[in-house]
């Protein structure tokens, strides 16, 4: 039974949802980091939210921790490098607190457009401050936002009731997603500062968004403009944001999140027009429960079914895709570890090609369970989270194809590798197999364009060789000579006499010396015993 650690304060409904699934718990809340090294070996799935941080060392010390669970969209707080590395699958739930947040940065740009907290001070101080705030009103004005994902793209729907213009400055926003919206894309960041009245941010922090209102871009912006930031600490030059403020360059501003947190002391506070919230944007009773329940759900679904939800590093994968893909997964493995173990001196291109039926489906996974499988036989514990970044990493180059039909089977999964060239490999070149599934099992169809048809059995003699009378019986003395049983034997060739292929199955593994003998047959071009 999968175990799961929650590391921080989740609803009871969603503790309630892995138990009812089957998945044993254990809360432990405040736990220091040395602590939580000791004990997260024994857990399969860690649950989060912003206090519990899995950095490197954390991940390096969970030996069977397959999902860690962000309940809520911010992801600072997880080492998703190593974590990806580990083959730990990275999830959170971006939808489940996008409209609380969203509410709260139109709060926050209302309250700092009409000076309301400070207004409410002075008001109950009992000074009746009328003649001391002069707002500013939002109809008509210019919004421009930095992000406009799934938190973003609510705010622009809330600023659009409002009479705004929104101008969007995103990378990734196209330009029908924006007509769709009813928001103009800026061409660059520069562009969306220059015409801002108020700018709001809501990307995530990464290398490319740290610091991207810098004192530079802030210069940039309209006299007044109003700054709010409900997104992430980090992403704003917080002291360049006081200046402005002193100076009166900069309107007002509203920050929910800080570069450093808890922020018991920050160089804004106190600063002119400046309202500060301590990270309440996902604060609301049904944000706080609908993160919980998501992340449950996609936990569970994962550890129990293989489906993945709002992963990160790992293609997603529905409740309904899993069983289905299930197989093909398999299929697709098996292809990868045979054309792995046949690299001897490694590859330097990947081609993955599917045909009939299989290249309809949802490839991305297919595609990280071949290359798991191929980099196994060289890396060892890889698996379909950790395998697209170790090849991405290492420079190898990798294309796939897809084709709606298939000559002969439904459906029909092709691996080709280029080996490298080097002084020790005496045939570099293009090493390509095919497989299928034939009554829901994985078969091999193809070798070096070579038809046959053979199941992958846990042992394998791989022999490729010249089709000559006696070979067979010369293979099969030197088996018995060892007293190797013969499970399962097929054939393939080009034509009589010509280039042939022998899969043969065993049941045990053949010694060092049995091997250079069948390497040393005549016609024999090349021999390994493959593991499945």
């Known amino acids: 039974m999968p175990k799961v650690l929650i590391a921080d304060k989740l609803a009871p409904a969603a503790v309630d949802i892995f138990h009812n699934r089957g998945l044993e718990t254990e809360t432990a809340i405040g736990l220091s980091k040395d602590e939580l090294i000791a004990k997260i070996p024994e857990f399969d799935g860690l649950v989060v939210r912003s206090a519990c941080k899995p950095d490197a060392d954390v991940i390096a010390a969970a030996d069977n921790l397959k999902v860690i669970g962000r309940a809520g969209i911010g992801v600072d707080n997880i080492d998703i ?60 004005k210019t919004l421009g936002m930095i992000g406009c994902g799934n938190i973003g793209a609510r705010v ?19 330009e029908e997603r924006a007509i769709e919206l009813g928001v103009e894309k800026a061409a660059d960041l520069d562009a969306m500062l220059a015409r801002a009245d ?30 709010v ?8 030059d917080e002291a360049a944001v006081a200046e402005g403020l002193k100076s009166g360059h900069i309107g007002a501003a509203a920050f929910d ?52 939800t709002n992963a990160l590093n790992m293609p997603s994968v529905t409740a309904d895709e899993a069983p289905r893909l299930k197989p093909f997964a398999a299929l697709a493995e098996k292809l990868g570890m045979f ?57 190898v180059k990798l294309a796939e194809t897809k084709t709606e039909d298939s000559p002969v089977y439904d459906s029909l999964i092709r691996i080709k590798v280029l080996t490298k060239r080097t002084e020790n490999d005496p045939e570099p070149g293009w090493r390509s197999l095919a497989g299928t599934l034939i009554a829901g099992q994985p078969r091999i169809v193809e070798v070096k364009g070579m038809a046959l048809e053979g199941d992958f059995s846990d042992t394998v003699l791989y022999v490729n060789n010249l089709d000559k009378p006696g070979f067979i019986g010369s293979l099969g003395a030197l088996l018995g000579k060892e007293d190797i049983n013969i499970a399962t034997f097929h054939l393939g060739r080009t034509d009589a006499g010509g280039e042939a292929i022998a899969l043969i199955g065993i049941d045990s593994d053949p010694s060092t010396d049995l091997v250079k003998q069948l390497k040393a047959l005549p016609h024999v071009r090349y021999a390994k015993v493959l593991n499945f």
């Open 339 to 395: 054309a792995g173990q046949i690299s001897d001196y490694g590859f330097e291109e990947v081609v993955i090609e599917y045909e009939g039926e299989v290249a309809e489906l949802n490839r991305k996974p297919l595609t990280a369970a071949a290359l798991a499988g191929l980099l196994r036989a060289s890396r060892g514990d890889v698996n379909m989270v950790s395998a697209p970044a170790i090849l991405n990493e290492s420079g």
């Open 198 to 227: 108020a700018i709001t941010l809501h990307t995530p922090l990464t290398d490319q968004t740290r610091n991207i209102l810098s004192a530079e871009a802030l210069a940039k912006t309209k006299k007044g403009v109003i700054l």
């Open 257 to 308: 999140v800080f570069a450093e947190e808890p922020a018991k002391e920050n160089v804004l506070f106190g600063a002119p027009n400046f309202i500060a919230t301590p990270h309440l944007g996902a604060a609301t009773t049904e944000a706080q429960e609908n993160v919980a329940l998501q992340v449950a759900e996609q936990m569970s679904d994962y550890l129990l079914t293989g489906a993945v």
């Open 156 to 174: 622009a729907e809330r600023a659009k009731g409002l009479q705004m213009k929104v101008l969007a400055y995103d990378p990734f926003l196209t």
């Open 81 to 140: 490098k190593a974590a990806t590395g580990k083959g730990v699958v990275v999830m959170n739930t971006p939808f489940g607190n996008a409209v609380t947040t969203a509410e709260h940065a139109i709060a926050m740009m209302f309250a700092a457009a009409r000076q309301i907290p400070a207004a409410n001070a002075g008001t109950q101080a009992g000074d009746w401050p009328k003649k001391a705030f002069m707002g500013t009103e939002l109809s008509y």
């Open 229 to 236: 930031n409900c997104a992430r600490g980090g992403l704003v």
